[in-house]
């Protein structure tokens, strides 16, 4: 795996940290800008929302730039509303620093996954995904829990100026390291076979990528990503209340539960990146109904320091597992967008990732307590297997009307 990828995956880090940390944050923030918790868990929902709306226009916005240029643009702006984001004292103005930082963090990410995947052998999308995926998983077992320990010990400011300062060595490295572009050829330099050799003659198109993202599989995979990661931030977002809460541990427990669920979420992507190039759908078929389960049994047995505990590492290694397989068979799917595929990967995550902190906070303001958003996060993934369960009923009858 060239060295480069790796560097992204440091970027991916950082990026991933400030995405991830509001989990251990809500409640220091909704107290210090004197907000409803549901009102600062929005914070994710609006970073999400930047996510999905940055990732695919960005992405068409640097499609003819150096990639190196584009990752260095998209990676300082991320910076700098960082530390805006960590002097300001309104909430409006957070919030809509959350929405800039997301549209540069979707558009890094976005030519990110089209860098990597540039620079290895056809057969290996799954690996390289696996690397920037393990950047936010490391963030989720480094990054988030640091936060969480900086906003107890200086406030939750403290945690956005170490993003900020996390991504000054990942900028230099960029500059170091990353080509300025990647073509569409193989790691050899080499053109790949048939489309691919066309399509490095005549240099990227949006019109062209745009197009070949209306198969139907696709959109149907793309759904599925969305759904399993709602679930995921609709149950991560209010990890702290929940531990709190409804476990009754103390508040020095929030980063040690944080910690489990990126070591979780860690496995459980070095496990898909290795079973995703070859062995996609056994992991699907055993990992999507074990996610199932597992959302309801937390929901269940939440109340239980010990079983949250297992849960809190079983469902972050389930849910990155399924999510980042996924994302692998958008990539293998969008083989004619190689710029624009893992853009709109990045879009439909974040669809989840924006809808899912929206409906436990519903839930919520309901008045159906902290576990709520477990129990939501179980209907989303049922509705996951409803939507899949549909499309091959379909294609399977298509199949036979044009068998007969």
Same mark, same amino acid.
């Given at each position: ?22 989990? /251990?944050?809500?409640?220091?923030? *909704? ?14 929902? &609006? ?7 940055? &990732? ?6 640097? !499609? ?20 805006? /984001? ?39 999308? /799954?690996?390289? $995904? ?62 790949? +076979?048939? *489309?691919? %050799? ?33 679930? $995921? ?16 541990? #103390? ?10 669920? #990126?070591?979780?979420?860690?496995? %459980? ?75 709109? +990967?990045?879009? *439909? ?6 809808? #899912?902190? !929206? !409906?436990?906070?519903?839930?919520? /303001?309901? #008045? ?10 179980? !209907?989303?993934? +049922? ?5 899949? %369960?549909? +499309? ?9 009307? $044009?068998?007969?």
């Amino acid at each position: 795996m060239p060295f480069a990828i790796y560097i992204l995956g440091l970027a991916v880090f950082a990026q991933g940290t400030s995405e991830f940390m509001l989990s /251990g944050l809500v409640p220091d923030i *909704a107290a210090d800008l004197n907000v409803s918790i549901p009102s600062a868990g929005a914070l994710t929902s &609006a970073f999400a929302v930047g996510m999905i709306v940055g &990732a695919p226009s960005a992405a068409i916005l640097s !499609l003819r730039w150096p990639r190196r240029t584009a990752l260095l643009v998209f990676l300082i702006v991320f910076m700098l509303v960082h530390v805006l /984001g960590a002097v300001t004292t309104s909430f409006g103005v957070l919030l809509a620093t959350r929405v800039v930082g997301a549209l540069a963090n979707a558009g890094f990410l976005a030519v990110a996954i089209a860098t990597a995947t540039g620079m290895v052998a056809a057969d290996a999308k /799954g690996r390289a $995904t696996s690397v920037l995926l393990g950047g936010v998983t490391v963030a989720c077992v480094v990054g988030v829990p640091a936060g969480a320990l900086l906003g107890q010990m200086w406030g939750w400011r403290a945690a956005f100026w170490a993003v900020a300062l996390v991504c000054v060595p990942a900028v230099v490295a960029i500059l170091r390291s990353v080509p300025a572009t990647v073509p569409a050829t193989g790691p050899e330099g080499t053109a790949q +076979a048939g *489309a691919q %050799g066309e399509r490095a003659a005549t240099g990227p198109s949006a019109r062209r990528e745009l197009r070949a993202l209306r198969d139907p599989r696709l959109i149907v995979t793309l759904l599925l990503g969305a759904l399993v990661n709602g679930a $995921t931030f609709c149950a991560f977002t209010y990890l702290a209340p929940l531990v709190t809460e409804v476990g009754g541990l #103390g508040d020095g427990w929030v980063p040690v539960m944080l910690a489990l669920f #990126g070591i979780g979420s860690f496995t %459980g992507v070095t496990v898909a990146g290795r079973m995703s190039d070859a062995r996609p759908v056994r992991l699907l078929l055993v990992g999507g109904p074990a996610l199932l389960a597992g959302w309801v049994l937390f929901a269940v047995a939440a109340g239980n320091p010990v079983a949250m505990v297992v849960l809190v590492f079983v469902q972050g290694a389930l849910s990155f597992a399924v999510g980042s397989t996924l994302i692998t068979r958008v990539l293998y799917a969008a083989a004619e967008a190689p710029s624009l595929g893992g853009a709109f +990967a990045t879009a *439909a995550l974040n669809v989840g990732a924006a809808a #899912g902190p !929206l !409906l436990g906070g519903v839930a919520i /303001g309901a #008045g159906l307590g902290y576990r709520s958003p477990l129990w939501v996060g179980a !209907l989303l993934v +049922a509705l996951a297997f409803v939507i899949a %369960g549909l +499309a091959r009923a379909v294609r399977a009858e298509r199949t036979l009307t $044009t068998v007969s």
